[in-house]
């Protein structure tokens, strides 16, 4: 679209104009030189040669457009020859010049679109003209979606052509297109051979020949597939290396996802315990195979998630024996003061002795279920492992037939452990029993009970996959009939039992699970149908510091607390507890002993009672885990009522579930659920008669 002559005659008209002044200007300003001085004459040509710079410089200005005009009057013929809509345009949108086609389609608009989706797509084509590139940006014209192509034709101008419906992007002869077309659509040809790539690859590659890639024939295979599934001989079917029911899963899944990317599992045909990745690529009627093992990787996630799930039931197990351990501890202080009022000789004291032994039952199964969550009550020491299964060895001989036979191995430089050594004995004892009843179904048998020191290493070896230094080994095997897989996922479960109902509670191998966890320690567990089953436990070694390494090997045990025959004595308690049914029979049985009682139920009321008592307070006992403040919050607070008077938690979690909440404190003891009367008033007398 070429400027209007008008325009151009306006211009010139315009600049005959700045000529004539120029000239005038130039006259009167030299007509003062005629009798001016000599020192006025050089600054008057100073102002003409400057006036005559201006001067050529317009005249260069306004002959510069006169090119692109020459250059758009070229642009005018090479449009109107091509067939689909095209245009001219400056790099501000501007059209300078348009074919027909363009004009019929898009209108008799000056300018591309100056707004909306086309506007923004169409200036980052041309943008991309600038760079030298082919822009290319959607746009609406005539009703339909067309694609406009930018392309740099000149200095500042750029060729717009629209593709779509006016026959592609240049009108080229069909027999062209064919071969374009031919081209574009063409698939490499079927490989020969497997590229250098696959070929020295740390992961299993094979090419292979057939329509379905498990009954395929190798053709070629590299080394590590040969080291990976034992086979990729030249003509072997591939599907052979893969075992046959996954073999038959993965066909299925390929089936559905044929076009996908995604990894199909497999189990190798040598040893279907190994796992591996198989991707699949397909050229004509050949397949490239690629095999990954992650047999380590699987079983690191099972590890993982069978973690996971033990974490989540070890929390729900503990929520529910902390419950359970307050119903427990209100349930045999209400039975001490039944036993008052019926002593031996009365008709009731057998029922209550009954009840009685039936508590302590359940008792016993809290401490389970807290050693299985973690959450029991610890008290650590360094132990020697042999000398602890020695120790052990005729407890454990007591607990089995006459036809199972007990092998003790104990290796040489046995480390020392720092761990509870009731809670160890519990745990080789557990796994002793289990040991017994997996093998009297074969009529005898032998287990056997290990003891070693072993390196990172031979641990990992062993079962520990995530072992860092040296080890203490405990472990414990039998020749029994092994645990079949789909049990051998669950049985650190509680409740989770093979027996018969009434002969256990599945709580036996959750409790070892949660005992070696709360040692710091590991337990792995192998078996195979058939060929017995191994249970190691691996606990850290235990390094003394410098100054106890110096010192002689002894432990220092720590005296004994008499035990406080009379039981009552004179003080004031805050009793600080939210549960209703221990709190008023604990008070009640205290005040029985001579002691004066203040009554807490959260830990907001017992700090009002501790400031309006200031000073005036014994000792002050409180549950540690409460609905609002806790009881180490509590006691932060209250300390500066309390002054140095004692404190004693009592809590059905363990010790070290808040102890470092209480950094820094003193004067402070814990007795763990649940307790009877006589436990806690031998308590209080100790901690009164120690403040005193």
């Not at 509670?505 to 337990?523: C, M, P």
Request: aromatic share 6%.
């Amino acid at each position: 679209m070429a400027e209007p002559p008008s325009k151009t005659r306006k211009a010139d008209v315009f600049t005959a104009f700045a000529v004539l002044f120029f000239l005038l200007a130039v006259i009167f300003a030299g007509a003062p030189l005629l009798n001016a001085p000599l020192e006025a004459l050089g600054s008057s040509l100073l102002l003409i040669g400057l006036a005559g710079v201006a001067c050529i410089g317009l005249f260069v200005l306004r002959g510069s457009p006169e090119a692109p005009q020459e250059a758009e009057a070229g642009a005018e013929a090479f449009l109107a020859a091509l067939e689909e809509p095209a245009a001219v345009v400056a790099p501000d949108g501007r059209l300078l010049t348009t074919n027909s086609a363009w004009r019929e389609t898009m209108g008799a608009h000056p300018r591309l679109p100056k707004s909306g989706a086309a506007a923004s797509s169409l200036f980052g084509a041309l943008a991309a003209a600038r760079r030298g590139e082919l822009g290319r940006a959607p746009i609406k014209a005539g009703g339909q979606e067309r694609e406009a192509m930018v392309s740099p034709i000149g200095p500042r101008r750029f060729l717009v052509r629209l593709a779509g419906r006016g026959g592609g992007p240049l009108a080229l002869p069909s027999s062209a297109l064919e071969v374009l077309n031919a081209v574009a659509t063409a698939k490499a040809p079927p490989p020969k051979v497997l590229d250098a790539f696959a070929a020295a690859s740390p992961f299993g590659a094979a090419l292979l020949e057939g329509d379905d890639p498990f009954e395929a024939r190798i053709i070629e295979a590299n080394p590590a597939l040969a080291a990976l599934a034992k086979g990729g001989e030249a003509g072997q079917v591939f599907g052979a290396l893969i075992e046959p029911a996954s073999r038959l899963d993965a066909g299925l899944r390929l089936a559905d996802h044929r076009d996908g990317h995604a990894p199909l599992e497999v189990r190798l045909a040598h040893d279907p315990a190994r796992i591996a990745h198989l991707y699949l690529t397909q050229t004509g009627d050949r397949w490239v195979a690629y095999l990954v093992d992650v047999s380590e990787q699987k079983q690191v996630e099972l590890q993982l998630s069978q973690s996971q799930k033990m974490q989540a039931i070890g929390q729900l197990a503990g929520g529910v024996a902390h419950d359970f351990n307050n119903l427990l501890t209100a349930i045999l202080m209400q039975l001490d003061v039944l036993s008052t009022r019926h002593p031996v000789g009365d008709p009731s004291y057998e029922g209550l002795n009954e009840i009685k032994q039936t508590s302590m039952r359940a008792a016993d199964l809290v401490r389970k279920l807290l050693a299985f969550s973690r959450k029991q009550t610890v008290q650590r020491e360094i132990l020697d492992v042999g000398e602890m299964i020695s120790e052990s060895e005729v407890l454990l001989r007591r607990l089995l037939h006459e036809d199972i036979k007990l092998v003790t191995d104990y290796g040489r430089n046995l480390p020392h452990v720092r761990a509870d050594r009731g809670q160890l004995d519990t745990a080789v004892m557990n796994l002793v029993v289990n040991a017994r009843d997996a093998i009297r179904s074969h009529g005898g048998g032998v287990i056997n009970i290990r003891t070693a020191r072993v390196t990172q290493e031979e641990a990992r070896s062993l079962g520990y996959p995530t072992a860092q230094g040296d080890h203490a080994l405990i472990d414990v095997s039998d020749d029994g009939p092994g645990i079949p897989p789909e049990v051998k996922e669950k049985i650190f479960e509680p409740f989770f039992t093979t027996k018969a109902v009434g002969e256990g509670t599945g709580l036996g191998l959750a409790t070892v699970y949660g005992i070696v966890k709360q040692s710091d320690g590991w337990i792995a567990v192998d078996s195979k149908p058939g060929q017995g089953a191994a249970f190691r436990i691996f606990l850290p070694v235990h390094v003394a510091p410098a100054q106890e390494a110096a010192a002689p090997a002894v432990e220092p045990v720590a005296p004994k607390r008499p035990a406080a025959r009379d039981l009552s004595g004179a003080g004031r308690i805050l009793f600080v507890e939210d549960e209703d049914a221990v709190r008023g029979v604990a008070a009640k049985l205290l005040r029985a002993r001579g002691y004066e009682v203040i009554e807490a139920a959260s830990g907001e009321e017992a700090l009002e009672y501790a400031e309006t008592h200031a000073g005036e307070i014994d000792l002050m006992i409180s549950d540690v885990v409460m609905p609002g403040m806790q009881g180490p919050d509590l006691l932060k607070q209250a300390r500066q009522y309390l002054g140095a008077a004692p404190v004693m938690f009592i809590s059905g979690y363990a010790e070290s579930e808040f102890s470092d909440l209480l950094e820094g404190e003193r004067n402070v003891s814990f007795l763990p659920k649940p307790i009877d009367i006589k436990t806690l008033a031998e308590r209080v007398k100790q901690e009164l008669q120690k403040a005193a």
